[in-house]
């Protein structure tokens, strides 16, 4: 999964709610969770009160198999220092191979060192972002190449609240028609998805 948005709109709120409802989110419900970070934040010692492993910087490989599975990795704001390969073969061969999911957190969803694992990432999150319209819109193009206008106007509506998200399911096995949501969360009072008007998927 990808987790994108800019600076200040609700990353780290979404990460807490997530982490939160994770056996409920996740299938198998993961046996431990490791967050790894660029920048030290205030969500780091919320997540070590709450029994979550954290780690500064990019985790290398045995650290990763210590970790009780099926594991949940978390790798925020770790664009700049992790090496495109080992990032790469994180999303593709070693999450397989070593029954591990994993969120990578940016600011930036086109940034040419995440090519494989946004097209490995069975979940894009996409955060309000007023300023990157036209990262909105390559995305719409490249996942939803013959309906723009429907996938532009589900992110406009999931997002036109401070913290707002669209939640893109690439996964093979979802149903087509839960392509495109938001409010996700157990507490959330309406869970919305989005369909065509046409109803043609």
Request: glycine share 4%.
């Amino acid at each position: 999964m990808i987790l994108a948005g800019p600076s200040s709109s609700g990353k780290s709120t979404f990460l807490l709610k997530f982490i939160a409802g994770s056996n409920e989110l996740i299938d198998p419900s993961p046996k431990s969770i490791l967050y790894c970070f660029g920048e030290m934040n205030n969500i780091v010692p919320l997540l070590q009160k709450s029994g979550v492993g954290v780690f500064a910087g990019v985790p290398p490989e045995e650290l990763i198999k210590k970790y009780p599975k099926p594991l949940l990795l978390i790798l925020d704001d770790l664009l700049l220092s992790i090496n495109e390969k080992y990032l790469s073969e994180l999303f593709t061969k070693k999450s397989h191979h070593q029954n591990f999911s994993i969120i990578f957190v940016t600011q930036n969803l086109f940034d040419p060192k995440i090519k494989v694992a946004r097209q490995n990432s069975q979940y894009i999150i996409v955060m309000r972002s007023p300023n990157s319209m036209l990262s909105v819109r390559n995305i719409g193009v490249q996942l939803f190449p013959r309906q723009l206008d429907y996938f532009l106007d589900a992110y406009r509506q999931a997002t036109k609240h401070p913290y707002g998200y669209l939640v893109i399911d690439m996964h093979a096995s979802s149903d087509p028609t839960l392509r495109l949501r938001t409010n996700i969360f157990k507490d959330d009072e309406e869970k919305l998805i989005f369909t065509p008007k046409n109803d043609k998927i």
